[in-house]
């Protein structure tokens, strides 16, 4: 089969011929149809520090996917072939409290499809069934791909009541478009996002009804007072990793606001902690998806209206994948999504 391989431990990825995974018991095989290129694949592109730490060679890259079941593993109950699929790419053991008391997303060290694990970069993917979830038919293959990142925004956009609220997003990548969108969907107030990349926020400003602010240029004080924010946002989603960012979600949350954190700094930072003592604010950081709360909150909301098919900007047969992780790289692009059939 065809897939694509981190095969040398150095920049760059290659399109190579490997065997078609054989699956253990509980596991399914799956022909992969749409994948969607990840910030996570695009580190394991550019090999930098974080991914030579992380990534055995050779791996097949990868974890949004979506496809069609072709075989089950002989303890697989409850799927069948020719079911149409994506799954959560984290893969955990049953071991430890967490798992035990069900609470699979807080099982520690999860692995990863395409980082620890062969990935969904490939005509087909070996994953566990219990880590499957079918797609409705009125959900396709393009947004079935997109599921992973759409399901962190959902993680992180639902972890506080956004029901009228004022809501402050920082970094509009992909996800922080995304988690704007779930926050228009489930009936927040205002919404801003901010960048200081002016695509992105162009971006954002198609994908649902939210107040774009670069802000390289504008203050937000300035912004609060044009929308007439009295004490600041109730909510803070953190969607950059970057240091200013979560500083001004400090700044600008009123008193007792919440902050969702799933941007990932590339290093530690300072942090105003006199002022997140005194304004009372709560910080909840976000990894990964609710297994499996999210996947079918997320799944109901795209089947009644969400729609974050805007974020996709560029389809591209996986033959063109040089061109995709380039676009990606560059900062210009929402979500690139990938065909493994043409
Ligand atoms: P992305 O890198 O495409 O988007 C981040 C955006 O933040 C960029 O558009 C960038 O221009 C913008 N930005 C930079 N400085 C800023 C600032 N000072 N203020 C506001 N915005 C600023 O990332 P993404 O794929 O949308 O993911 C969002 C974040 O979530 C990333 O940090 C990513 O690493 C992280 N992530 C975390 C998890 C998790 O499980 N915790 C999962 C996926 C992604
Ligand atoms: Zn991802």
Known sequence: MKAL??????????????PVPTI??????????????????????????????TVPVPMVVG????????????SVQGLVCG??????????????????????????????????????FA?????????????????????????????NAVHTALSFDLVGEDV????????????????RH?????????????VRL????????????????????SVKARLDIEEGFGVGLEMSGAPGAFNDLVEHLVVGGKIAVLGIPSKPFAVDWTKLVFKMLTVKGIYGREMFETWYKMLGMVQTGLDVRTVITHRLSARDFQLGFETMQSGLSGKIVLDWTT
């Open 5 to 18: 391989v981190k095969a040398k431990s150095e920049p760059g990825l290659w399109l190579c011929d490997e």
């Open 24 to 53: 253990g018991s509980n596991d399914v095989l799956v022909r992969v149809k749409k994948t969607a290129i990840c910030g996570t694949d695009i580190h394991i592109f550019g090999w930098d520090e974080w991914a030579r730490r």
């Open 63 to 74: 974890h949004e996917f979506a496809g069609e079941i072709v075989e089950l593993g002989s």
């Open 83 to 120: 079911q149409r699929v994506s799954g959560e790419g984290h893969v955990i053991t049953m071991h430890g409290r967490a798992a035990r008391s069900g609470r699979f997303h807080l099982v520690p060290q999860p692995q990863g499809l395409g980082v620890n694990l062969q990935g969904a």
């Open 123 to 151: 005509e087909y993917l070996r994953i566990p069934a219990f880590n499957v979830v079918p797609l409705p038919d009125d959900i396709d293959d393009e947004v079935g791909a997109i599921l992973d990142p759409l399901g």
């Open 168 to 183: 402050l997003i920082t970094g509009a990548g992909p996800i922080g478009i995304m988690s704007a969108a779930v926050a």
């Open 186 to 198: 489930v009936g927040a107030r205002h919404i801003v996002i901010t960048d200081v990349n002016p």
């Open 202 to 221: 162009e971006l954002a400003a198609k994908a649902t009804d939210v107040v774009p602010v670069d802000v390289s240029k504008e203050d937000l004080a």
